[in-house]
């Protein structure tokens, strides 16, 4: 039956009416987003548990799937669905950095960082660094030196180890190499190498030079070729990071 005209018309029953649609609205909207998230943390798992396979490459589709993923991440709050897109763009954003699509690297990498801080959320060290030193390099390629430096200035903030360090210091090296600043690449690489507890001349002598070429040439001589090749490999943590150091001086970015 009908309503008599004179209730349906009245303030009360309107804004009773207009709280009863806004409840059933937002119950259906609930309900909707709670099976969306669920929908969007099985599409998400399932993708990562395919990248993860031992010796699998990324998938040819990945950034068409990152992409749809990033989308649908605006609709959803459960911070282990946001991890694992975060985890996602950085696949991605690797995967084009090796197929020199700098931009696009750019844009996972920064979404990435994103999702990972969205609602007060925080990621896991691990990939908010990796994110973070992406990003960076994304930059450095782009000639985005001001952005670069904002990135590293983020990651030495967080970092609490010279050697966890050590991947922002290299690209700090390689941009100034790459914008033909050899003297500061020099002097910072000097700073970090005596951090690092090795300490080197800021202006060697010849006979110094001379001398170690020498020392290095006698000792070579004591072992076979063959020997040579059979010698362990480098594993002392300071030691390979002076390597990368020394290489990261003479490679730009």
Same mark, same amino acid.
């Given at each position: 039956?009908?309503?008599?005209?004179?209730?349906?018309?009245?303030?009360?029953?309107?804004?009773?009416?207009?709280?009863?649609?806004?409840?059933?609205?937002?119950?259906?909207?609930?309900?909707?987003?709670?099976?969306?998230?669920?929908?969007?943390?099985?599409?998400?798992?399932?993708?990562?548990?395919?990248?993860?396979?031992?010796?699998?490459?990324?998938?040819?589709? $990945?950034?068409?799937?990152?992409?749809?993923?990033?989308?649908?991440?605006?609709?959803?709050?459960?911070?282990?669905?946001?991890?694992?897109?975060?985890?996602?763009?950085?696949?991605?954003?690797?995967?084009?950095?090796?197929?020199?699509?700098?931009?696009?690297?750019?844009?996972?990498?920064?979404?990435?960082?994103?999702?990972?801080?969205?609602?007060?959320?925080?990621?896991?060290?691990?990939?908010?660094?990796?994110?973070?030193?992406?990003?960076?390099?994304?930059?450095?390629?782009?000639?985005?030196?001001?952005?670069?430096?904002?990135?590293?200035?983020?990651?030495?903030?967080? %970092?609490?180890?010279?050697?966890?360090?050590?991947?922002?210091? %290299?690209?700090?090296?390689?941009?100034?190499?790459? %914008?033909?600043?050899?003297?500061?690449?020099?002097?910072?690489?000097?700073?970090?190498?005596?951090? $690092?507890?090795?300490?080197?001349?800021?202006?060697?002598?010849?006979?110094?030079?001379?001398?170690?070429?020498?020392?290095?040439?006698?000792?070579?001589?004591?072992?076979?070729?063959?020997?040579?090749?059979?010698?362990?490999?480098?594993?002392?943590?300071?030691?390979?990071?002076?390597?990368?150091?020394?290489?990261?001086?003479?490679?730009?970015?």
């Amino acid at each position: 039956p009908s309503l008599p005209l004179h209730v349906a018309k009245s303030r009360h029953f309107q804004i009773g009416q207009a709280l009863w649609k806004q409840q059933t609205q937002n119950l259906l909207k609930t309900q909707l987003s709670t099976e969306y998230q669920a929908l969007f943390r099985t599409i998400s798992k399932a993708s990562i548990e395919t990248l993860s396979w031992p010796d699998r490459a990324p998938l040819d589709n $990945l950034f068409e799937m990152v992409n749809h993923l990033n989308l649908g991440s605006a609709w959803v709050t459960a911070e282990p669905c946001l991890l694992q897109v975060g985890w996602l763009n950085l696949v991605a954003g690797q995967k084009a950095l090796d197929e020199n699509a700098y931009e696009a690297a750019q844009r996972y990498f920064e979404q990435g960082i994103k999702l990972g801080a969205r609602d007060g959320s925080l990621a896991p060290s691990s990939l908010t660094q990796a994110l973070s030193l992406g990003a960076a390099k994304s930059a450095c390629l782009l000639g985005q030196w001001p952005r670069m430096t904002e990135w590293i200035e983020q990651i030495l903030r967080r %970092e609490h180890s010279i050697l966890d360090a050590i991947a922002a210091y %290299e690209l700090q090296i390689e941009a100034a190499h790459a %914008e033909n600043q050899l003297l500061k690449a020099i002097e910072l690489t000097l700073s970090i190498l005596t951090q $690092l507890g090795f300490s080197f001349p800021i202006q060697p002598e010849f006979e110094l030079i001379g001398e170690a070429l020498g020392t290095t040439a006698a000792e070579v001589s004591k072992y076979s070729v063959e020997e040579i090749v059979a010698f362990s490999e480098m594993r002392s943590p300071e030691s390979l990071a002076v390597m990368r150091l020394i290489a990261a001086i003479i490679t730009p970015c």
